[in-house]
């Protein structure tokens, strides 16, 4: 698909009322209760919804940069995920070490700089994971950094709970889930703090009935759920997830058609993480084609984490899901904007259109296929958040 399916409006006019879109058209059409609103011109720039980031990880303590040097020595990413060894080690049992021994000020401090890296290609709403806790208190001062980084950037942040991220080295996994897990969720969520549940449903992780204990918590605290399934092999996740009717199965380089079946029954979307697939070596890449035929909304994100996908940039992630996994420059535009939102749970982001809110990117380019094509290039020329202009 090529040009058309955007839904490219050539010399347009968007007028912008409060924090909402009041009118988007060809600027000929536009009505005449709008003629004396202030105008600014863009001198024919292309306008897009601004972008959604919707899955980092931005929240946490140090790097994984000897992993990197380990991977590049011959060491799998699962491989060194099993041996857990502590900080040195890596696995993401190294960064929860880090991540529990860093104060809340340096926590917000990096994730605050991560954040304006995506911010400054145009993301207007990024989600941002807890699960480097794997303790109460560092799952609730994650979800706390993660708030904070809207209190002080004009972005939306929505926050998941992953607190069954990775086992913690004090002790088995049912006991993690049943002492932990579940009682931080339940506070998390009495403090504001959750707009959805996450989980790893993987060999190195969680089973898909530690998951289901998870989730069926979510379901009493009325939470939305999401999961990162079917990333390193396939048992199982894609279909629990879809059970649960969850808002989107992450990764799934692993699923089946029969998987993708079962996604499109139930409305999850597939979020491609192409930056994980290309930092571990990854071969196998995900159904798109079974996607596409059984009807499967894709989106793309950065998965920014220190470990499996240290990428800082959503433009990259979509050249990569298109170089990478096949998408085309329609569906990766799509993939960081009205797919994106639906695997958020948000309806009024994502499209232009009247009464959605006013997020919007405004790129030196003409053509939306650039945003796709170039590879660290970044043509962002400015963005719209909630109706006003943002640095
Ligand atoms: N899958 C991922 O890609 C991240 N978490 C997950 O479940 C990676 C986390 C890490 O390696 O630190
Ligand atoms: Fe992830």
Request: charged residues 20%.
């Amino acid at each position: 698909m090529t040009g058309s399916g955007y839904g490219l409006i050539s010399d347009a006019a968007i007028a912008i009322q409060d924090a909402s879109v009041a009118w988007v058209g060809p600027r000929s059409n536009l009505p005449a209760e709008y003629a004396d609103f202030s105008r600014r011109g863009l001198d024919g720039r292309l306008v897009t919804p601004g972008l959604i980031d919707c899955h980092t990880h931005i929240v946490h303590g140090g790097n994984r940069a000897r992993e990197f040097e380990m991977r590049l020595e011959g060491a799998s990413y699962e491989e060194i995920a099993r041996a857990g060894g502590g900080r040195a080690g890596g696995g993401i049992v190294s960064t929860v070490s880090a991540t529990r021994e860093a104060s809340e000020e340096t926590l917000l401090k990096t994730a605050l700089s991560r954040a304006d890296a995506l911010i400054a290609e145009g993301v207007t709403t990024i989600e941002v994971k807890s699960g480097y806790g794997l303790d109460r208190d560092t799952e609730l001062k994650m979800l706390r950094v993660a708030r904070a980084i809207a209190a002080q950037r004009p972005v939306r942040v929505l926050t998941s709970f992953l607190g069954a991220h990775a086992k913690p080295k004090e002790m088995d996994a049912d006991t993690y889930i049943d002492t932990i897990c579940l009682p931080t969720l339940q506070e998390a969520h009495a403090e504001g703090l959750v707009d959805a549940v996450d989980g790893f449903c993987e060999g190195i992780a969680f089973s898909p009935d530690q998951i289901a204990r998870v989730f069926d918590k979510a379901v009493e605290l009325g939470l939305p759920v999401k999961l990162h399934a079917e990333q390193l092999s396939n048992i199982g996740g894609t279909a629990l997830a879809a059970r649960y009717g969850a808002l989107s199965a992450d990764h799934v380089e692993y699923a089946t058609e029969t998987d993708a079946e079962a996604l499109a029954q139930a409305g999850t979307v597939a979020v491609l993480l192409p930056g994980a697939y290309y930092a571990i070596n990854e071969t196998q890449a995900p159904p798109v084609d079974a996607f596409r035929k059984c009807g499967v909304p894709m989106a793309v994100g950065t998965d920014w984490n220190p470990g499996s996908s240290p990428l800082g940039s959503l433009l990259l992630a979509m050249n990569m899901s298109c170089t990478l996994f096949g998408l085309t420059p329609v569906e990766a535009l799509a993939g960081t904007t009205r797919n994106a939102a639906r695997a958020l749970g948000l309806s009024d982001v994502g499209t232009i259109a009247p009464g959605q809110r006013a997020d919007l990117a405004v790129w030196n380019a003409a053509d939306p296929a650039e945003l796709s094509y170039g590879i660290g290039i970044n043509p962002l020329y400015s963005r719209i958040v909630a109706g006003r202009e943002a640095p």
